[in-house]
C-alpha cells in the first residue's frame, strides 16, 4: 500500500514532458506588435499559459521540478513558423523525378517524408499545408505526428491532388500511353462536373483536411501546354462546392489569369503560384477575402538544378521554367501594393526543404518589409489555414510552438535561414 501510495504522489508531482518555462530575451508574441524585452513563457502541458515578466523560476510559475527551464535568455523568439505549400515526399523534380515516379516505393516515399518533414521543423516551420501526395504517405505522417510517435511539424493534408486530364496533376504526362492506367489509378483526374464531385469526396474520404486542384497548366507539368487555363467553369465549380459542402477549404494551383480569375470568382481559399495576375484577379481577391500564397522559391530549386545539370529538365519543361524565373515577384508585387492578404508558401519539394527560409528574402525583394513577410509566415498563414485560434502568435492558450534565432530578424533577416532552437507543442526540437 505504502509504494502505490508512492508511485500516485509521484505521478501527481511529475512534470509533463510539455511543461517548460522558456526564458526570452527578446519575445515577439505577434509579429505584427512591438517585442518585449526579458520575459518567461510559461507553457502547461504543450499550452501557453501565461507570458510574465522577467526570468521567472519553475517553482514560481508554479511547475514540477522535473519540467523543462529552457533558456533562450540571449535569444530572439518568435511564434513557429507556418509553410502554407509543400509536398513532403519529395525534393526530387525534372528528369529524375519521373525516374523515382516509376522506381520509388511508397515505404521509400513515406522515409523521405519524414526526413523532408524533420528538416521543415529544424529550419522553425512548425505548421505545413502539404499539397499533393500521391502514395497517402503524408497522411499517415500527419497521423504519426500528431499521435506523438515522431516528431515534426503540424501537417494539414490535401491527400492527392485533383486536375483534369492532361492536367497539372495527371502523373501519366511524358509516360508511354500504356502506362497510364497503371500511373493514373488514384481517381484524383476528372472530366466532367459530377465526376470532379466524385474526386473531391474520395480525397475527403482518405482523410485529407483540404482540397487542392488546378484550373490551369504547371511549369513542371510534362507537356508543352502553356499554363493558362485547362478546367471548365461547371468542373471547378463542382470541386469548390463539393470542397466547401464537406466543410474543407480548397486551395487552387493557378498561373494563368484566366485560371486565377476563375477559381476567386467560384470562392477559392487560396490561389497557389498566381503568377499572371491582371486588374480584375486583384479586385476579385479583394472582394472574396482569398489569400495569395506566391511560392517565390521554386526558382531556387530550378537554378540550383540547372547549374548542376542543364539538361535537368525536358526541353518543354525547361522552356517554361525560364519564362517563370524571367517574371518572378512581379505578381507579388501587384497583390502587396493592392493589400491582397498574403500567406506565406514555399513549393518546398520543387525548392529544397528545409531551405524555407529563402522566400524570406524574395518576399522583401520584391516589394514586402521583412515584418510583413513574417505576419504573412504566422498571422496571415494561421488565418488560411483556419487555425488562428491555435497557432500564429505566442499567446494564453495557443499551442506553444516556438522558434529561437540568434538576432532580430527585423534588422537581420538571413538570421531566419539558422534557426537556433524551436519549441512544438511544449517539447524541446530532438536533434
Known amino acids: 500500500m505504502k509504494a502505490l501510495i508512492a508511485s500516485m504522489v509521484l505521478v501527481a508531482t511529475t512534470a509533463s514532458a510539455q511543461d517548460a518555462v522558456i526564458h526570452a530575451g527578446r519575445l515577439y508574441s505577434r509579429m505584427d506588435a512591438a517585442p518585449t524585452e526579458r520575459v518567461s513563457v510559461v507553457v502547461d502541458n504543450g499550452r501557453v499559459r501565461e507570458v510574465e515578466a522577467g526570468f521567472v523560476t519553475l517553482a514560481e510559475a508554479g511547475l514540477a521540478e522535473d519540467a523543462q527551464l529552457i533558456d533562450w535568455s540571449d535569444k530572439t523568439v518568435l511564434p513557429g513558423l507556418i509553410d502554407c505549400h509543400v509536398h513532403l515526399s519529395s525534393d526530387r523534380a525534372g528528369v529524375e523525378a519521373q525516374l523515382n515516379q516509376l522506381t520509388l516505393s511508397p515505404p521509400a516515399k513515406a522515409f523521405d517524408a519524414l526526413v523532408n518533414a524533420q528538416k521543415t521543423l529544424r529550419a522553425g516551420f512548425t505548421t505545413v499545408r502539404n499539397l499533393g501526395d500521391a502514395d497517402g504517405v503524408t497522411l499517415a505522417l500527419r497521423d504519426a505526428i500528431a499521435a506523438g510517435k515522431v516528431q515534426g511539424p503540424r501537417i494539414l493534408d490535401a491527400g492527392m491532388s485533383i486536375s483534369a486530364t492532361t492536367g497539372h496533376m495527371d502523373a501519366a504526362l511524358g509516360f508511354r500511353d500504356d502506362l497510364r492506367s497503371a500511373l493514373n489509378d488514384n481517381g484524383n483526374l476528372c472530366d466532367g462536373a459530377d465526376d470532379c464531385r466524385r474526386a473531391v469526396r474520395l480525397q475527403i474520404a482518405r482523410g485529407a483536411d483540404l482540397i487542392k486542384f488546378a484550373t490551369t497548366g504547371g511549369v513542371n507539368s510534362r507537356i508543352g501546354l502553356g499554363l493558362g487555363a485547362q478546367m471548365f467553369e461547371d468542373e471547378a465549380r463542382a470541386i469548390i462546392e ?53 511560392t517565390l522559391s521554386t526558382i531556387n530549386g530550378y537554378l540550383e538544378r540547372l547549374a548542376a545539370d542543364p539538361d535537368a529538365y525536358s526541353p518543354a519543361v525547361k522552356k517554361k521554367i525560364e519564362w517563370r524565373i524571367s517574371i518572378t515577384g512581379q505578381a507579388l508585387k501587384r497583390a502587396h501594393d493592392a493589400g491582397v492578404k498574403i500567406a506565406f508558401g514555399t513549393d518546398a519539394g520543387v525548392s529544397l526543404h528545409g531551405r524555407n527560409a529563402d522566400e524570406f528574402e524574395l518576399m522583401v525583394k520584391h516589394g514586402m518589409s521583412a515584418q510583413e513577410a513574417l505576419i504573412a509566415a504566422t498571422i496571415h498563414a494561421a488565418g488560411l489555414l483556419g487555425l488562428g485560434d491555435e497557432i500564429g502568435t505566442i499567446e494564453a492558450g495557443k499551442s506553444a510552438d516556438l522558434v529561437a534565432l540568434d538576432n532580430d530578424p527585423l534588422s537581420d533577416l538571413a538570421t531566419l535561414k539558422t534557426v537556433a532552437d524551436v519549441v512544438i507543442r511544449g517539447e524541446r526540437m530532438r536533434r
Open 242 to 294: 463539393t470542397a466547401h459542402l464537406y466543410g474543407k477549404k480548397v486551395a487552387v494551383h493557378a498561373h494563368g489569369h484566366d485560371g486565377i480569375n476563375l477559381a476567386l470568382k467560384l470562392g477559392a481559399d487560396s490561389i497557389e503560384h498566381g503568377t499572371l495576375l491582371n486588374d480584375a484577379g486583384l479586385k476579385l481577391f479583394k472582394q472574396s477575402g482569398a489569400y495569395y500564397v506566391p
